[in-house]
Every structure is written in structure tokens, then in C-alpha cells.
């Protein structure tokens, strides 16, 4: 009984830890705000712009990836529906590790605060009735991740290869519709696209879920 007792202690202080840590995020978040908000007051309206250079170029790789992901979300000239929002919030959450490697969870953390991600788990399941736009969230999803975080590998499993081929199509259509993605498509076929952002390649597959489909 003590030890049930000690383990569910332990829990419930990690649980406690990580909730400041996210308080701590969200507090700096705000103060990084008002400062830039008193620091534009204090300027003259034509240096307010270049004196607020300095405080946005001291934003981490890793929130730039995510406020490039988020952009390119809204870039694709569709209007999102609120089912779409919410499994896009889920899809950055499960892919929070990979846009942050290499920096400090305390990074990752004020991202998540700043863009209201509130899970970082690298698991993500929705179900949805037929017809609320989970092939359209996933191609636009999956085609803004390969665009803001180059040297990505991602797969995607359909029911049969008629609809992997038609998902893909979708996803490279949606990559024509930003400027510029086009020159960084380097090879496309059935099942895969290949993207070349400078030194990094990311890949895009699209399969049937059974070979024999």
C-alpha cells in the first residue's frame, strides 16, 4: 500500500512539474509581448518596426519551423473547418519532438503555449464521420510539414492504392498552390514526392494499407 501510495506521489508531482513548467511558458510568452508592445510606444512610429527587429529575431529554429507550419496551414486558399483546426492542433502536437530536435524542452514548451498545442505526445488518433475532411486536413498537413521542417520522412497508409494515388495527387497539388514549392519538387510518381530545401531532402509516400490492394 505504501508503495501504491509513494508511485501515485511521484505521478502527481510530475504531473505538477510539467504544469509550471508550461505556467513559466505561458508567463514569459505574455511578458516577451508587453515588452515588445512598451517598446514599440516608447519609439517613434517610423523606428517602431526596426526596434522591434532585434526582440523577433531571438525566436529559436524550432518556433520558426512552427510558425511556418501554422502559416503554410492557411496558405493553401481553403478555409479550414473547425474539425480540420482541431486535428491539425493534434498532428503538430505528435510532431512537436521532431520540429524542436536539438533544443531545449523549455523552447518547445513556449511554442506550445504560443500556438495552443496543449499535448507533445508522438501519438495521434482522431475518428471522424465519412465526409468531414480528413483526407483534406491530412494532405494539407502533411504537405506544410514537409515545406517548414526540411529532411522530414513522412508515410502515409490508405485503404487501397486508388485512394494512396488520389491522396497523393491532392498533396501535390496543394504544394503547386504555395510560390515557390514547385522549383523544390526534384522527383514524383505514384507513391512518393521528393522536396529539396538547400541541403535537405524531405519525402512524402503515399501507400495502400495491404499490398494486394
Do not use: W
Not at 65 to 82: H, I, N, V
Not at 140 to 157: E, K, N, R
Amino acid at each position: 500500500m505504501d508503495d501504491f501510495c509513494s508511485a501515485i506521489e511521484m505521478i502527481l508531482l510530475d504531473e505538477l512539474d510539467e504544469a509550471y513548467s508550461v505556467l513559466e511558458a505561458r508567463e514569459a510568452s505574455a511578458l516577451s509581448r508587453r515588452l515588445v508592445k512598451d517598446s514599440e510606444n516608447d519609439l517613434p512610429a517610423n523606428k517602431r518596426m526596426r526596434g522591434c527587429m532585434p526582440m523577433l529575431c531571438n525566436e529559436g529554429a524550432g518556433t520558426a519551423k512552427l510558425k511556418e507550419l501554422c502559416r503554410l496551414l492557411d496558405a493553401f486558399g481553403m478555409t479550414r473547418s473547425r474539425v480540420q483546426k482541431q486535428l491539425h492542433t493534434g498532428m503538430i502536437g505528435s510532431v512537436l519532438q521532431r520540429i524542436y530536435y536539438g533544443e531545449s524542452d523549455a523552447e518547445m514548451k513556449l511554442g506550445m503555449a504560443m500556438y495552443k498545442v496543449q499535448s507533445c505526445r508522438q501519438q495521434f488518433m482522431a475518428i471522424t464521420p465519412r465526409r468531414f475532411g480528413k483526407t483534406t486536413a491530412v494532405a494539407m498537413f502533411v504537405c506544410a510539414f514537409a515545406l517548414a521542417v526540411p529532411g522530414t520522412v513522412t508515410a502515409i497508409f490508405s485503404t487501397g492504392r486508388r485512394a494512396s494515388n488520389l491522396l497523393l495527387q491532392q498533396i501535390k497539388a496543394m504544394l503547386l498552390c504555395i510560390p515557390g514549392a514547385d522549383q523544390k519538387i526534384v522527383s514524383s510518381n505514384v507513391e512518393t514526392i521528393m522536396l529539396q530545401d538547400g541541403a535537405e531532402r524531405s519525402k512524402i509516400s503515399s501507400y495502400p494499407g495491404k499490398a494486394r490492394t
